[in-house]
T-cell receptor, first 117, second 110 residues
Framework: ETGVTQTPRHLVMGMTNKKSLKCEQH?????MYWYKQSAKKPLELMFV???????ENNSVPSRFSPECPNSSHLFLHLHTLQPEDSALYLC????????????????FGAGTRLSVL | KQEVTQIPAALSVPEGENLVLNCSFT??????LQWFRQDPGKGLTSLLL?????REQTSGRLNASLDKSSGRSTLYIAASQPGDSATYLC?????????FGTGTSLTVIP
């Protein structure tokens, strides 16, 4: 257990649905991240939050909407997704961030496996 | 744009062998390089982080080296065990981005 918890572990949704992914860390970290991992592709950094402020939106479509209500929680709100959005969505945290760069080691959650029908 | 390549894509070795995984990157202006392990259906576990000013890092049976000038890093695993079977990813911090390779899938045969 890395200290980063993601729920749900699996999610199946239709293209017209609205759902949210949740990430929680109690490591006392200041930075949290959303990544997308598609089959046969490298991990793609989507969003970075530092002290609850969004540091970067990495050209992610607006159908993905992040929210960071406090330094321990991070959400990814999903609406009107496309089948090509099916992937493993990973959350990570680190002690600090300089711009987009984790000053320290990143700790990852187990991910949410998303299938869009 | 930074490109990260990992070779081989898959590797199968008998238990007890020493092995080397390779990671290459195109832009040598990096801040750090990190090696991760990913088990099927699970997230990533950080193994080693090498800052740009360092040449290598060691943790137990793992040793990672970094040669920025040639754009290469290697992960050396000594005396491999079946429990080492997983996908190994390297990630490079460049500019304001993290760039990941596609990983090397390792199978250690008992």
């Amino acid at each position: 257990e890395t200290g980063v918890t993601q729920t749900p572990r699996h999610l199946v949704m239709g293209m017209t649905n609205k759902k949210s992914l949740k990430c929680e860390q109690h490591l006392g970290h200041n930075a949290m991240y959303w990544y997308k991992q598609s089959a046969k592709k490298p991990l793609e950094l989507m969003f970075v939050y530092s002290l609850e402020e969004r540091v970067e939106n990495n050209s992610v479509p607006s159908r993905f909407s992040p929210e960071c209500p406090n330094s321990s929680h991070l959400f990814l709100h999903l609406h009107t997704l496309q089948p090509e959005d099916s992937a493993l969505y990973l959350c990570a945290s680190s002690q600090d961030v300089i711009g987009l760069l984790a000053k320290n080691i990143q700790y990852f959650g187990a991910g949410t496996r998303l299938s869009v029908l | 744009k930074q490109e990260v390549t990992q070779i081989p894509a898959a590797l199968s070795v008998p238990e007890g062998e020493n092995l080397v995984l390779n990671c290459s990157f195109t832009d040598s202006a990096i801040y750090n390089l990190q090696w991760f392990r990913q088990d099927p259906g699970k997230g990533l576990t950080s193994l080693l982080l090498i800052q740009s000013s360092q040449r290598e890092q060691t943790s137990g049976r793992l040793n990672a080296s970094l040669d920025k000038s040639s754009g290469r890093s290697t992960l050396y695993i000594a005396a491999s065990q079946p429990g080492d079977s997983a996908t190994y990813l390297c990630a490079v911090a460049t500019g304001n981005q993290f760039y990941f390779g596609t990983g090397t899938s390792l199978t250690v045969i008992p």
